[in-house]
């Protein structure tokens, strides 16, 4: 009955591994479900990329002066067209292209792109004229994102009537994505956090902009209407946009700010949640220094970026796994059947440290792939074929045991270069060398396990 209870338990613990590296876990988050598994990387060689190249903007903008000097946003109705003055001013200066703004603008840029947990991109900077290189796994979102690291992130609280600025991006430390629950569905918000110089001004500033309250002819307290003009507020502006006006009706240390109304549809959702993420990237990495426009953006075709050529593959190469599965089941009947159901439990959990280490599943690996089902076909055909049916448990400890040790040597040749290749500047062969080390470590710890636990277990005595 124990040694029932043991199989079962071996099996029922294969079969869950299995389930999980070939299907997920999907748990709801708010009002879907959605797979907390990693999604896996696939290389550009199937997906094909796209090469975008930034340049300092050359545009200009309108500047009104009035006749004493001041910047106006517009010249007042009724007022003396003449005594106004409008000039073109080059939205960045000859003074701010300098290399250190270069810099803080492709470090701001790669901020952007790992804040919106993009995990594959390349950045590079032309020092001498600015020029900012990005190549970009071509997604549907790849125009989106690229839009987004055009913003220019400018951060700004400031009085509504006098329009002075009262915080900037210099008091901004992070910004992130909170979400609620309510009766009437989730809320999304925004939070925003200050540095410690930050914390001192908004707490200023919640006091000095609470909603005022006065005091009736009857001596009762009301909080003054809309109309009234001496009410204080402040107004948020983000890329130069008004974002909101409010008042407070508390100190505060950060900013929590709304995103759309609460609701119980799923696609709001998810455009409330979008939308709060713009804004965090934006206000966690900074103020563009410079102005910057798209010069060329080039997509790379690769002829293995049709889905039907990925079918084809993902078709051999789970055809070479059955293949090498029918064999061993074939080859040594029972004994085999047990031994392969560890063989697809290997295969589940190698998927799933694929989906964590994030290694890059391209045309590169279908090499090491290959190796690594002969590797474990081979390891459970030398464990099994010196085995008899009629074998006790002793017996079959000691002759998996000398199978084991011959099967050494191949692993450790296996592991040595891909512990090398995996150290590799290159995506690719570090995704080969990943792959292989991983690979041979579960080989090796599943047949010493499982396999050799379900074997010495199913010996009659």
Excluded at 191 to 197: A, C, G, I, Q, S
């Amino acid at each position: 009955m124990e040694k029932k209870l043991k199989i079962a338990l071996i099996i029922l613990t294969m079969v869950l591994v299995t389930i999980v590296g070939f299907g997920g876990v999907y748990v709801k988050k708010l009002v879907s479900y959605n797979n907390i598994l990693p999604d896996y990387e696939l290389g550009t060689n199937l997906r094909g990329s796209r090469i975008t190249t930034l340049k300092v903007g050359d545009h200009t903008h309108e500047v009104i002066r009035d006749s004493e000097g001041n910047v106006v946003d517009k010249i007042p109705e009724g007022a003396d067209e003449n005594s106004y003055t409008k000039e073109q001013v080059p939205e960045n200066s000859e003074e701010s292209k300098t290399i250190e703004n270069y810099k803080k603008a492709e470090k701001i840029i790669r901020g952007r792109l790992k804040s919106s947990k993009i995990s594959k991109y390349d950045v590079r900077l032309n020092e001498e004229n600015g020029n900012i290189y990005i190549e970009l796994e071509d997604t549907d979102n790849t125009d989106t994102t690229l839009s987004h690291l055009l913003a220019s992130g400018k951060f700004e609280i400031i009085d509504t009537n006098d329009k002075t600025v009262l915080m900037t991006n210099d008091d901004v430390d992070n910004a992130n994505v909170l979400y609620s629950s309510t009766e009437t569905g989730v809320n999304v918000y925004l939070n925003v956090k200050f540095n410690k110089e930050g914390k001192k001004k908004i707490k200023q500033i919640s006091k000095d902009y609470t909603k005022v309250e006065e005091e009736n002819k009857e001596g009762e307290t009301t909080e003054e209407n809309e109309d009234t003009s001496t009410e204080k507020t402040v107004t948020m502006k983000i890329n130069d946009e008004e974002f909101l006006s409010t008042h407070f009706d508390e100190e505060i240390s950060e900013l929590n700010i709304s995103m759309g109304s609460a609701s119980t549809e799923s696609n709001t959702i998810n455009e409330n949640i979008e939308q709060a993420q713009y804004y965090a990237t934006l206000l966690s990495n900074g103020e563009m220094p410079l102005e910057y426009e798209v010069q060329s953006s080039d997509y790379i075709q690769s002829i293995y970026a049709n889905n039907v050529f990925q079918y084809i593959l993902l078709g051999v190469m789970t055809l070479i796994i059955l293949i090498s599965i029918v064999y061993i089941i074939i080859k040594h009947k029972k004994l085999g059947l047990l031994s392969a159901i560890v063989y697809i439990g290997s295969i589940a959990l190698l998927l799933i440290i694929i989906r964590y280490t994030k290694t890059e599943i391209g045309l590169e690996t279908i090499i090491p792939s290959i190796i690594l089902i002969l590797i474990n076909t081979y390891v459970n055909c030398k464990i099994l074929r010196n085995l008899d049916k009629d074998d006790s448990k002793e017996d079959r400890k000691t002759k998996i045991y000398k199978s084991c040790l011959k099967v050494i040597d191949l692993l450790i040749i296996t592991l040595i270069p891909s512990v090398i290749f995996t150290y590799n500047s290159f995506s690719a062969i570090s995704s080969i060398g990943t792959l292989l080390f991983w690979g041979i470590i579960v080989i090796a710890l599943m047949n010493v396990i499982f396999t050799r636990k379900l074997l010495i277990e199913e010996a009659k005595k």
